[in-house]
């Protein structure tokens, strides 16, 4: 199966600080990537579609302006979560579509905010 | 209202005894698709096996089955000879043909394979 990396795999910050998480195909182009969040025993819950070249679609209830997408390239998506706070404290997922039809998910981001 | 329900946040199975896991759904595209994937305790959500609306067979993937009743809306998942490493959470989803292969996740279900 193709192959989706995540960077960080964990991280611990500050509350009022900001955290960049990648997301990367590593085997194939994805116009296409999606963000989802995770809390624990939860299950997981679409924040946006990233499209490459344009901006991204967020999901109800979720604000454009903590949760920074960029979609640079066909293979790297960024989440970026702005003035991080406790309550954002989740397992951030990633997936990549390939040729439009297959979804294949990163290994998954664990944001601690203190 | 939900469009992918999974009724059972826990099920029990001994092990090498076969066990389904519910999963219905609600749309009113006649293109869609139905997953179940395995996330283990490690996080990475792990695909298990694809039906699409269309399919006239039942999906099989070695242990794994799906129990499609497209009348009833229900894509349930079968785990024949269970074994130790089947203990996960598994999730159903759905994806609709008009919305550009987004996935729609159930609430999940927790098995734990006895010994």
């Known amino acids: 199966g193709a192959v989706v990396s995540q960077h960080p795999s964990w991280v611990i910050c500050k509350s009022g600080t900001s955290v960049k998480i990648e997301c990367r195909s590593l085997d194939f182009q994805a116009t296409t990537m999606f963000w989802y969040r995770q809390f624990p025993k939860q299950s997981l819950m679409l924040m946006a579609t990233?499209?490459?070249?344009?901006?991204?679609?967020?999901e109800q209830g979720v604000e454009k302006d903590k949760f920074l997408i960029n979609h640079a390239s066909l293979t790297l998506s960024t989440l970026t979560v702005t003035s991080a706070h406790p309550e954002d404290s989740s397992f951030y997922i990633c997936s990549a579509l390939r040729l439009g039809r297959e979804q294949f998910f990163g290994p998954g981001t664990r944001l601690t905010v203190l | 209202a939900q469009k992918i329900t999974q009724t059972q946040p826990g099920m029990f199975v001994q092990e090498k005894e076969a066990v389904t896991l519910d999963c219905t759904y609600d749309?009113?595209?006649?293109?869609?698709?139905l997953f179940w994937y395995k996330q283990p305790s490690s996080g990475e959500m792990i695909f298990l096996i694809y039906q699409g609306s269309y399919d006239q067979q039942n999906a099989t993937e070695g242990r794994y089955s799906l129990n499609f009743q497209k009348a009833r809306k229900s894509a349930n998942l079968v785990i024949s000879a269970s074994q130790l490493g089947d203990s996960a959470m598994y999730f159903c989803?759905?994806?609709?043909?008009?919305?550009?292969?987004?996935?729609?996740f159930g609430q999940g279900t927790e098995l734990s394979v006895k010994p």
């Open positions: 990233s499209n490459e070249g344009s901006k991204a679609t967020y």
């Open positions: 749309t009113s595209d006649p293109s869609y698709g």
């Open positions: 989803a759905m994806r609709e043909g008009n919305q550009g292969g987004k996935l729609i």
